[in-house]
């Protein structure tokens, strides 16, 4: 876990570097004083969560005449926003098993019907991000198409059609059953390549998936947000902690002062154990390290043969094709275990974005040009272009935390966090709901009751296994501790 000021200088992600203009939010009241009057709704955080929580307050009639502001440590989108894939794609089928095995053995632990709900709700995010983009007129790069999750293995497909036949069988019994499902499992491994572009195909799933400039998006979401006079950010502002002084918090941000509010709202993913040190917060959320690349393709796969769907690949990375600037891929946590390519520690309790271990470069270098059929030979400016890490937040049952923090003592405190490598599928409509339930009280049925923030989930939470063991953090016992929690015999396999 670090703590901002941050000791490092972070690497630079795509996103970040191609969203330098007079248009973005970079430096934005980074020297201006902090407000002296007390604030509505501060909300802590300017990634995906806190700038679409700020558009969300500032709506017609969602909190009218109140008074937003945003309290951010770097720039907008500095964190896991502005460093991901570009994927706002929900979680097909091939999560039935993460989502519903036993907290005990790394799942989320829930039942048919609510893995469902949670379905639901990604498939809703992305209708919303789409409608949303289209209503506001945001240039954010978006598209929207097909996601293919390619298997490689017999293991793997066979995996695919049992979870395949779960999700149908549970589909059949509740509000879902006369709703077409909108996703399909290609059985035909001929089928699956020539759809694929992958050798060795023996599956694949198709269905609905977004993609997107992510830190284009957070951008239009605080500049709608400024735009109505109602909110205001200010960049470079560290909270160091929150007291509560006669009913009003002082959120506090060292050298830059402190703001006054009645109700904050968190939305400090992976850095949020930082504000409820040794808290069971604390323990139920874990920080770690995502890297990615852009690879520029040669002409074999540009022009007329550009990709033309986004991807997760079994024993390969998940990645979208952005609509001019080449691919972005990332290597997912779980692979590069199995591969060799990182060990635990170098990835969970990893809280530094400032470097990209060179076994992960080199994987991520190697990726397109190893496995698409046809992709040929790499001109010197083709291929692996940037790499970037970013750092993202684990929970225990793999499910964000949602709403009023419990105990009397954070009264007037709400959050929004633990997005667990997923949030682009979850957040855009989270935040609305959770923008509801700060100025009504009421929690909207459209929120999965599984994200909600209880005292019991947080006491739950201590049977689920960590990820990662004093023995990780020693290395040489991998596979030992892999195979004793399950985080490497399956279920945490379907991220994204
Ligand atoms: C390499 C990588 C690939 C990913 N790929 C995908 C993907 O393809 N699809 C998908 O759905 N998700 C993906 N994710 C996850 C996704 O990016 C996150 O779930 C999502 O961006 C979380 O948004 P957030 O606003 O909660 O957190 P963040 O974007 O991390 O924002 C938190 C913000 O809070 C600020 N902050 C923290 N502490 C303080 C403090 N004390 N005071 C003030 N400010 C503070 C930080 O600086 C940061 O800007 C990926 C993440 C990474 C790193």
């Known amino acids: 876990m670090t703590t901002f000021p941050q000791p490092f200088v972070s690497t630079v992600s795509h996103w970040q570097a191609t969203n330098r203009g007079k248009t973005s939010l970079f430096n934005h009241n980074r020297d201006k ?3 002296i009057d007390v604030v509505d709704y501060l909300v802590i955080g300017a990634g995906m969560a806190g700038a679409s929580m700020a558009y969300h307050l500032t709506r017609p009639g969602v909190a009218d005449g109140k008074k937003v502001v945003v309290l951010e440590a770097k720039d907008v989108a500095s964190g896991a926003t502005g460093r991901n894939g570009g994927h706002c794609a929900p979680y097909s089928f091939a999560s039935w098993p993460l989502l519903t095995a036993p907290l005990e053995s790394g799942g989320a632990g829930l039942t048919p019907e ?40 017999e293991d793997a497909a066979k ?12 589909r059949a019994l509740g509000r879902f059953k006369d709703v077409k499902p909108e996703w399909e499992w290609i059985d035909d491994a001929e089928e699956a390549q020539r759809i694929t ?11 609905p998936a977004g993609s997107l400039h992510p830190h284009k998006l957070a951008t239009a979401f605080l500049r709608s947000a400024l735009s109505t006079g109602q909110a205001d950010l200010y960049s470079w502002a560290p909270v160091q902690k929150m007291n509560k002084v006669e009913g009003i918090w002082e959120v506090d941000c060292g050298e830059r002062g402190l703001v006054k509010t009645k109700q904050v709202v968190v939305c ?57 600037a080449g691919i972005v891929l990332g290597l997912h946590h779980k692979l590069a275990v199995e591969q060799g390519v990182l060990e635990m520690k ?48 684990a929970t225990r049952n793999t499910l964000p935390l949602v709403g009023e923090v419990p105990g009397e003592e954070y009264k007037g405190i709400w959050m929004a966090a633990g997005f667990h490598g997923h949030g682009m599928a979850r957040i855009a409509l989270t935040t609305k709901y959770l923008a509801k ?16 923030l209880t005292a019991q989930r947080l006491e739950d939470g201590k049977k689920a296994p960590p990820f990662i063991t004093d023995a990780d953090k020693v290395g040489g016992v991998m596979g030992k501790v892999l195979g004793s929690f399950g985080y490497g015999g399956g279920v945490k396999s379907v991220a994204r």
């Open 159 to 170: 995996q695919m059609r049992e979870s395949y036949q779960a999700w149908i069988s549970a």
């Open 33 to 35: 004083p902090l407000p």
């Open 114 to 153: 609510e893995a469902l709900e949670v379905l639901d709700l990604e498939k809703r995010v992305l209708e919303y991000v789409t409608s949303l983009v289209e209503k506001e007129k945001w240039e954010v790069d978006f598209w929207r198409g097909e996601k293919v999750e390619v298997r490689r293995s």
């Open 197 to 207: 572009r992958i050798k060795n195909a023996t599956g694949c799933s198709k269905g």
């Open 437 to 452: 339930l700060v100025t009504t009280g009421e929690w909207d049925a459209g929120l999965p009751a599984s994200f909600k």
């Open 268 to 324: 400090t993913n992976a850095h949020t154990g930082n504000l409820f040190k040794g808290t069971d917060i604390d323990a139920y959320l874990t920080p770690f390290q995502g890297q990615a690349a852009n690879v520029t393709p040669p002409p074999s796969f540009s022009g007329a043969n550009y990709l033309n769907k986004t991807y997760t690949i079994e024993d390969g990375p998940y990645l979208v094709a952005t609509p001019h």
């Open 346 to 393: 170098d990835i969970f309790g990893n809280a530094d974005d400032s470097f990209v271990h060179p076994n992960a470069k080199a994987w991520l270098a190697n990726y397109c040009k190893d496995s698409f059929a046809g992709w040929g030979s790499e001109a010197p400016g083709e291929g692996g272009v940037r790499f970037w890490a970013g750092i993202q937040c």
